[in-house]
C-alpha cells in the first residue's frame, strides 16, 4: 500500500486532503487510484494513518480517515550521519540507503580531502538531495521524511557534536576499537548518536585529531576499507542491530 505524507493542516477531523501536484499526479496517473481504494497516510511528525479515497480531482485527493496510530515504523534512536561530501552521483545513493536503513537526519560536510569544492551552488544541491530522501521514505514507508542539511565546513560542524549522546567516526587507523566494542560497551543506550563518515580519500591527521580531541570515539568497521558510499550504511546497519532492533 502507497504512503503519502501531508501537512498537519490538511487534516480535519476525518478527512484528509492530498493537495501537492506531484502526489495527486503519482495517485490518479501512475498508480491509478479510484474513490474506495485505500492508501496509507503520515503527518511526517507524530501520526500515520490508514485512509480511503472520496474523491479525486486535479486540486485535491480528498480521503477519508479510518485508522490513526503512532508511528510503527519509526525508530526511536536519532542517528545524525555527517557525511564527507563525495564525488558526483554517490551521495544520492548515501542518502537513498542511509534513509531506508533509518537515519534522522543527514548533514553534508566539506572535509579535507573532499574532491568536491563549495562551489556556491549548495542550495540547489540541497533542493536534489532532499528529494532523493523525499522518494526513499515513500518506498520504505517511514514516518517522517528525514531532512538533508546545507552543506557545512568541517570546522563549522565540530560545536554541533556537543548536541549528541555519542559521537562515533569510523576510522581505518584504528586497529583496537571495533564499532561492536564500543556499541557493546555502553553504559546507557544513547538518545542520538552522531555517525561521521570521511570522504573518498578518509579524514586527514588533522581532522582525526580534532575529532578524538572533541570527544568523538574511533571505531574500526572491520578488516576491510569500505568506500565512503558502503561505510556510513554499514554503520548505521550496525547500530541499528545492536540498539534498535
Known amino acids: 500500500m502507497s504512503r503519502f505524507f501531508l501537512k498537519r493542516h490538511e487534516i480535519d477531523g476525518n478527512k484528509a486532503y492530498i493537495t501537492d501536484a506531484d502526489d495527486i499526479r503519482h495517485i490518479t496517473k501512475v498508480l491509478r487510484c479510484m474513490?474506495?481504494?485505500?492508501?496509507?497516510?503520515?503527518?511526517?511528525?507524530?501520526?500515520?494513518?490508514?485512509?480511503?479515497?472520496?474523491?479525486?480531482?486535479?486540486d485535491a485527493v480528498e480521503l477519508l480517515i479510518t485508522d490513526k496510530q503512532g508511528f510503527s515504523t519509526e525508530p526511536t534512536l536519532k542517528v545524525y550521519l555527517y557525511q564527507g561530501i563525495p564525488k558526483q552521483g554517490k551521495m544520492e545513493t548515501i542518502i537513498q540507503k542511509s534513509v531506508e536503513l533509518g537515519v534522522h537526519e543527514i548533514?553534508?560536510?566539506?572535509?579535507?580531502?573532499?574532491?568536491?569544492?563549495?562551489?556556491?551552488?549548495?542550495?540547489?544541491?540541497?533542493?536534489?538531495w532532499q528529494k532523493i530522501s523525499d522518494e526513499a521514505v515513500k518506498q520504505c514507508k517511514r514516518g517522517i521524511i528525514?531532512?538533508?542539511?546545507?552543506?557545512?565546513?568541517?570546522?563549522?560542524?565540530?560545536?554541533?557534536?556537543?548536541?549528541?549522546?555519542?559521537?562515533?567516526?569510523?576510522?581505518?587507523?584504528?586497529?583496537?576499537?571495533?564499532?561492536?566494542?564500543?556499541?557493546?560497551?555502553?553504559?546507557?543506550?544513547?538518545?542520538?548518536?552522531?555517525?561521521?563518515?570521511?570522504?573518498?580519500?578518509?579524514?586527514?591527521?588533522?581532522?582525526?585529531l580534532k575529532l578524538a580531541?572533541?570527544?568523538?570515539?574511533?571505531?574500526?568497521?572491520?578488516?576491510?576499507?569500505?568506500?565512503?558510499?558502503?561505510?556510513?550504511?554499514?554503520?548505521?546497519?550496525?547500530?541499528?542491530?545492536?540498539?534498535?532492533?
Do not use: Q
Open 146 to 208: 528525514p531532512a538533508v542539511e546545507r552543506p557545512l565546513g568541517f570546522n563549522d560542524m565540530l560545536p554541533r557534536l556537543k548536541d549528541h549522546d555519542l559521537v562515533i567516526y569510523p576510522y581505518e587507523n584504528e586497529r583496537k576499537t571495533s564499532l561492536k566494542d564500543v556499541l557493546k560497551h555502553l553504559v546507557r543506550r544513547p538518545g542520538s548518536i552522531a555517525l561521521i563518515i570521511g570522504p573518498e580519500g578518509g579524514f586527514s591527521d588533522e581532522e582525526a
Open 35 to 58: 474513490p474506495g481504494d485505500r492508501i496509507e497516510l503520515s503527518d511526517g511528525s507524530e501520526f500515520e494513518y490508514g485512509a480511503e479515497i472520496i474523491s479525486c480531482s486535479r
Open 107 to 128: 548533514i553534508p560536510v566539506f572535509m579535507c580531502r573532499s574532491v568536491v569544492t563549495d562551489k556556491g551552488n549548495a542550495s540547489n544541491k540541497r533542493e536534489r
Open 213 to 245: 580531541e572533541g570527544g568523538a570515539m574511533s571505531a574500526s568497521l572491520g578488516k576491510t576499507t569500505l568506500r565512503t558510499e558502503t561505510a556510513g550504511a554499514a554503520a548505521i546497519a550496525m547500530i541499528m542491530y545492536e540498539l534498535e532492533l
